[in-house]
């Protein structure tokens, strides 16, 4: 397998799960992932997503699937 480290900080508190695609989109800074109240949200570019919400795929019960970003 390659290694794809790019000389970040592993931060096991911070790790959320994605496909390799998604992987390497966030590696490459085209999307962004957000943590909010101990949640991963991802933001999408402005060309993907014009409204710019953070997005989950899945929340559990009672969490929304996407949210206005906070100011």
């Known amino acids: 397998m390659e290694n794809l480290n790019l000389g970040g900080e592993t931060n096991l508190d911070k790790i959320a799960p994605g ?3 998604h992987h ?3 590696d490459h800074e085209m999307i962004k992932i957000v943590w909010v109240k101990g949640l991963p949200w991802v ?3 402005k060309d993907r997503d014009p409204g710019q919400r953070f997005r989950r795929n899945y929340s559990p019960a009672g969490v929304p699937t996407s949210i ?3 100011e």
């Open 19 to 21: 496909c390799k695609n």
């Open 24 to 26: 390497i989109e966030f």
């Open 43 to 45: 933001l999408l570019p």
């Open 68 to 70: 206005p970003i906070p």
